[in-house]
């Protein structure tokens, strides 16, 4: 479980790599910077017109195996782009691609046939792996075929960002239906050549930085090593040595020792809390990410498939896909009267049967199953994702979310129980109206009701072996970690990591494929989308669209790194008297309409650090790895974009968490002791417990709680570890200490000294002197001699 559930990353041992440029693959159109980390080309075209153009993002910085994403928009209707990844010392018309069996799977170039969105710009996303292999230590070269499958296998070819550059060539194809490899050779007038630029492997960081040892939930498995790799360098570069977990391993290890710091995106998590009972600790904002809906889906016009990379929820539709109450857009009518709609969003009412073109009136009973069934297509899914004519939307949803605590779960599912119903506007054919008309519809079903209620008639629940078995979302609230609804279906699953969730997604929405394919459906009308509730950056790193969810302000937001910086205006902090939101966490409002383009769950990655004296270079490294985190984050990575799915974190943040760090970090107070010797003075750590045990006075590790009196690594001053609410920097900040138990104080009248190795033989010295004075004494005082020098000479007696 262990190996499935939790992915070490060495963090610092990279440094980031400038784009290289494209060689000699194709006199294709130059590759610009997207103004992120993409890299953008278009095509030549016909003047007055938009021209082809394709993006790929992120196109630096990558890490093996990780997606990006290509998109395409302005291609004409009808046709078809290539997309291949290829070495760019090879032929320039017909260079050697990436074909064949790599890392347990078959890859080669990928056919997306563009989709019909006029309104768009025919805007057509797929995602591709890139993998990083190098030449010169034993590996295996890439398996590869020329591009036009002229010769078939030629040698093989490496991909770094050394001597062995990479691309990926995007190539038009006139119509679709190709055979994926033979089509056109490349040229300037069809391809693109978008050159990739990887993370370096080894080397960046200097010997000298300090390791610490970290454990972070998945929100910040990607964020770590591009912070560390862009500031180790630094005067005051750390590197840190982190394993991506769930959140209870992370305040398991946390609390027990077994790192020094732990990063989390659920600190309001109950369990959590629990697991670090009678651990002084605070919560240092970090990162700023999306609790996104990924996806995958395709559509078709009965012959060729279309992925879908736009889709829009509401809060009702998330509750019915998470509870497998929605398998389908329209699911079905139930044959026994008063035949009620089953498995499906229905929008009838509040629309009205009468009102709409064609629906069949039911004077008699017997025509009311057949009136039902019409109303079927009047569904949220369908009509807030409308297609073209003659192409069929995905109707057959699978649902894939993590077993593991998470704050993706925790927040989904407070965002399911706390959303508002907002009205959204369709489009619908009305009795006497010649072209559409548009409505606002309210949702008759609500988020809670659908998450508490548990599916009637679903192929997931309840299960087979427990058909009597309670609801697993009995109330309404958080949950980290998602109850399992225990059914065995193909469209339904549960993982330890973001990795297994998007497996299982690939594999139900594209057959394992990087697009959907028409023999993967059961039939060519019935295209299938799966999705999963995880991180934005896990989503975007394993090439998952995200959907956009409805926000309070009625409008459907995708977690870009814009719509997060608008979100982070949503968030306040904690307040004191609120005891089920942390001290130093932050809250969101759901309902706040003042930023209508916000996404509406964001996701607040904390570092959890101990408020217990360290020493002091210990403290110094903890606060300079986390102010180098916390400045990337704002920056937005500075000179290097943020990885793909974080938003910078705004100067509020930012502000708040420098003063936290100052506040919740604390060195070990230094004592001042003067030599024998000389007279001079020298400085030292002094103890922060006694000889009956530190832990019976709550300082330290055991459970020590730092009041964030400003005490300084250097300071001479004890600080006091009463409990408190508050590190002092006020509730503006957002700062804080947590411990479940009052800890001791200390007398103030006490000065506690370490002594170390040398001094600790000045005790046994005094002790032997004063044995040896308590012998030498007598015999000076009764000697006879010493008694008549002692009486004098020469004198009256």
């Not at 498995?343 to 199953?369: E, F, M, R, T, Y």
């Not at 130093?584 to 003042?594: C, E, N, R």
């Not at 609410?725 to 001791?744: E, L, R």
Request: charged share 10%; with cysteine; hydrophobic share 35%.
């Amino acid at each position: 479980m262990v190996l499935a559930v939790a992915t070490l990353t060495a963090v610092g041992t990279s440094s980031w790599s400038p784009l290289h440029s494209a060689t000699t693959a194709g006199a294709s159109p130059a590759c610009q910077s997207d103004g992120s980390s993409g890299c953008t080309a278009t095509l030549p075209c016909p003047g007055g017109q938009s021209c082809p153009t394709v993006d790929v993002a992120p196109a630096t910085s990558l890490s093996d195996g990780q997606y990006v994403f290509i998109k395409a928009s302005d291609f004409p209707s009808g046709d078809t782009i290539r997309i291949a990844v290829c070495s760019t010392l090879t032929s320039a018309g017909d260079p050697s691609c990436l074909d064949g069996q790599w890392e347990s799977n078959q890859w080669g170039p990928v056919q997306v046939p563009i989709t019909v969105n006029a309104a768009q710009g025919n805007l057509t996303q797929a995602a591709v792996p890139i993998f990083f292999d190098q030449s010169g230590e034993g590996n295996s070269p890439l398996p590869a075929h020329d591009i036009t499958n002229t010769r078939g296998i030629v040698p093989g070819f490496y991909c770094d960002d050394s001597s062995d550059p990479c691309a990926i060539e995007v190539t038009e194809e006139t119509g679709v239906g190709n055979v994926v490899g033979n089509g056109p050779a490349d040229s300037s007038s069809n391809t693109t050549v978008l050159p990739l630029s990887f993370a370096a492997q080894n080397g960046g960081c200097p010997t000298s930085d300090t390791q610490i040892q970290t454990d972070s939930s998945f929100s910040l498995e990607h964020f770590l090593p591009a912070a560390v790799d862009s500031t180790c360098t630094g005067s005051k570069g750390e590197v840190a040595l982190n394993t991506a977990t769930d959140t209870e391993t992370v305040a398991s290890d946390f609390a027990s020792g077994g790192v020094q710091l732990g990063f989390v995106d659920d600190p309001a998590d109950a369990s959590q809390e629990a697991t670090l009972q009678g651990k002084g600790f605070a919560y240092i904002p970090v990162a700023v990410s999306g609790t996104a809906v990924a996806m995958l889906a395709g559509e078709s016009d009965g012959e060729t498939a279309f992925p879908v990379s736009h889709y829009n929820l509401t809060p009702n539709m998330v509750a019915g896909l998470l509870t497998s109450e929605y398998q389908t857009d329209q699911g079905s009518v139930s044959a026994v009267s008063p035949y009620p709609f089953q498995h499906a969003d229905n929008l009838v009412p509040p629309l009205n049967c009468a009102s709409l073109v064609g629906c069949p009136a039911a004077p008699k009973k017997k025509q009311i199953l057949a009136q039902r069934t019409y109303e079927l297509r009047y569904n949220s899914f369908d009509l807030l994702n409308p297609v073209s004519a003659g192409i069929y939307p995905p109707n057959e949803f699978g649902s894939y979310n993590s077993n593991v605590p998470n704050g993706s779960s925790y927040q989904a599912t407070d965002w399911l129980c706390n959303a508002p119903d907002v009205a959204f506007p369709v489009s619908i054919d009305e009795v006497g109206q010649s072209t559409p008309v548009t409505v606002s519809v309210a949702d008759p079903t609500s988020a809670p009701a659908t998450l508490t209620t548990a599916p009637t008639g679903s192929s997931v629940w309840p299960p087979g072996s427990d058909p009597g078995a309670a609801w697993v979302y009995p109330t309404c609230h958080a949950y980290s970690t998602l109850p399992a609804l225990a059914g065995v279906s193909n469209d339904y699953g549960e993982a330890q990591s973001p990795a297994l969730q998007a497996k299982s997604m690939r594999t139900y929405a594209y057959g394992g494929n990087s697009v959907p394919s028409v023999s993967d459906y059961q039939n060519a009308s019935s295209p299938q989308a799966a999705f999963g509730v995880m991180d934005s950056s896990e989503a975007s790193f394993y090439g998952l669209n995200t959907a956009s969810v409805q926000n309070a302000a009625g409008n459907f937001e995708a977690p870009t790194a814009e719509s997060l910086e608008a979100a982070e205006n949503n968030l306040s902090p904690c307040p004191s008297t609120d005891l089920s939101c942390p001290t130093g966490t932050y809250q969101v409002d759901y309902t706040s309409t003042a930023n209508p383009t916000a996404y509406p769950m964001p996701d607040l990655t904390y570092a959890v650090v101990p408020t217990g004296p360290q020493p002091a270079a210990q403290a110094t490294a903890e606060a300079d790895l986390l102010t180098n985190l916390v400045t990337f984050s704002h920056n937005g990575g500075g000179s290097l974009a943020l990885p793909s799915g974080y938003a910078p974190l705004s100067d509020a943040l930012y502000q708040a968490a420098l003063t936290d760090i100052a506040n919740d970090i604390v060195a070990e107070p230094t004592s001042t002791v003067k030599s024998s010797s000389n007279g001079a003075t020298s400085t030292a750590p002094s103890s922060t417990g006694s000889s009956s045990g530190a832990s019976s006075t709550g300082l330290g590790e055991s459970g020590s709680t730092d009041l964030g009196l400003g005490t300084s690594p250097t300071s001479s001053a004890l600080p006091l570890s009463t409990a408190s609410p508050s590190s002092g920097s006020g509730s503006d900040s957002g700062s804080g200490q947590n411990t479940a138990v009052a800890a001791s104080t200390v007398p103030t009248n006490f000065i506690l000294v370490s002594l170390d190795s040398a001094a600790r033989l000045l005790l046994p010295a005094i002790v032997a002197l004063a044995l040896g004075c308590l012998i030498v004494g007598p015999m000076l005082l009764f000697a006879p001699a010493l008694r008549r020098r002692r009486r004098g000479t020469g004198g009256a007696p």
